[in-house]
């Protein structure tokens, strides 16, 4: 872990490891798995605000400190919340639910890559955490679970994001039946994208590291903004705003390096270091 | 088939057995193979009245008497409405039709966990019928198919559903070439989730409904209301309500003992006794 | 090549041979791999209007001539771009990269089937063009490539193509990488629907193409129709639209052929004869 980048790290529940292109991003609170306390899931928000800031990333790598990715919610926390009172506005226990879904919708609205390093359980919010990432590396011994409706709760603000990953078909299925899955079950249902042995995790992730390294960090921002806006927009509004992100990037002087170097048959200006891989677990 | 709760029957065209946190409903015109006649269709949309109206309810499990499971539309029907005369605000024909997807809409709407066990054919109507629900279960030897455009007409009120299951991509090419898929196609097409040998359905289906029964019904509604959600809502509208459904929950007794029984690794209080499974086919 | 149907080729770029129910067009600029010139981009919308207006028309069939696809944009034409002025109202780049997405909407818009025959590679909008399509057919030996990132400009128009293909989670991770996949590959993401070797290529069309000739023309068109609206509509709507097209085809006469048809177990009337295929590449 690079102390020198230590300041970006909003808590001591998160490790922060921020590279030339890449930033790590630990959760750090294995006594506890890493559930997703008030805290973790601020710190979480606020990282999200520091990449986001860096015009040179490329990568933010999420994963879990002690061999676990997240445990996912506190239940001690839920049974502090039941003896709460509702507000006339609001719901104590709907605004702590919806402040996790705000981080969730952070992670996924940011303009770089985003990786979850599955290793352990992802259970619950941690499925959701994971499922809001662009890619999920996972060990082939990890274990996701969404058992929620065991519990008589719902998993509420992660639904969306694994809907988006697993299809509503499949991800209805897996939370009405309160689904636990080993990483090739994860894999088939959509919510793992690559499975590997435990001690094969950091070449999976090096190997994705370095073909991102290779995008233009402008050119991969605003490609992430016209998928986006597939999802949102009617089919002729996202290519008319796409096709403004495109002249931006024509008039933006890294599309001559990268046309040129490419006939050059040499790699681009912008290519970042290889990074230094965090150990897993 | 238990008879004490025939009268949930609203034709004799639909066989029910309600049983204490399950439905087993069964198309029961075997002569037609289970071809949908009006009567049919409104029988079936009456029997998801009852389901809706039955709070201790975790599924509904369709299947078709007599060795198929539904052989779709009635061509006679077909014959006979060509020579009926188009009104000037509505045309018969039109809403033949759409009463037949406004069933398929309240069984995608229902509040508990739809499974089709699919033996023989699901042709046309019977193909929507089971792309409706949450779940296919098909035998191994089960066929489905979408012949409309080879006589000239189109699979209208089916294909969102099918959509939904297939994508748009591949439920289009195959509704194009009115296509017939043997149930290893139909399971790669997304049209089937489960594929086992005739003599395993009943296993396949009662580890499914074992499962389902371990959720607590209010949560796995409140589920179901969730998914559906984001399939309607833009993200952050869907995570507002999926708060607000957290909170009444967490709020609901039945949370509580969730959370208990987990940490005394017992099963909930909710659990339904083991249902009694159909015979298939 | 059919010459009598050589009128229909408002470029020589392309090569045009419109059968009874089929039209075959190659793209024709094979010492540029088929790049995709601006003269290329509007002879491709101009096709299109001629297969719209061909009421027998079942399907589209789209290949590269020299044995490549199609290897996307022109550098050449990016670097002339690059040195042109903005308007006020209009820059010259976005109007540029916008026609080739109205291209790419035509094709998806067709009211017949659509089939890419992909050999070689299939490049940046080459890729695009091929996901626009209803079906992908690619040689065992085909190459799929996004590398926009990677020369610092963006895969803009072809995005919500490739999305809808891949769907959105690995349609981002492949265009962030700059991807470049095998024929396998592009099928195991969706980009590919059938891989076979190049001298299976005329077979597998041809079983497409025949299964296409059972459609009735106006039930075909009918059947894009309602699957397009299911993308763009609620549910609801969707479905009354559906039912109208329905009662549109009951009352047209080809509905009671193919009843007869069916019962009688012949042909229906429509088929057209078999296709005379294109050698492949």
Known sequence: MDTSFASSSPTPLLAVDRQPGYWFVRLNRPEKRNALSDELVAGLAEVCEHVAADLEARALVLSGAGGHFCAGADFGRFLELMSTTPGQADDPIAVYNRQFGAMLERIAALPVA??????GSAMGGGCGLAAACDRVI????????????????APAQIAP????RAGARRARWLML?????AAAEAQAAGLADVVVPVTELRGALGTDLLRLGLAEPTALRATKRIVGRTLEDPLPVALDAAAREFAGLLRHGAAREGIVASRER???SWQPPPPRLPEFP
């Open 161 to 164: 994001f694994v809907v988006r």
């Open 266 to 268: 040499r790699a681009p």
């Open 177 to 181: 039946g309160g689904a636990r899955l």
């Open 114 to 119: 985003t990786v979850a390093v599955v290793t």
């Open 138 to 153: 996972a060990a082939d011994d990890a274990k996701f679970a969404m058992p929620e409706v065991t519990l008589g709760v």
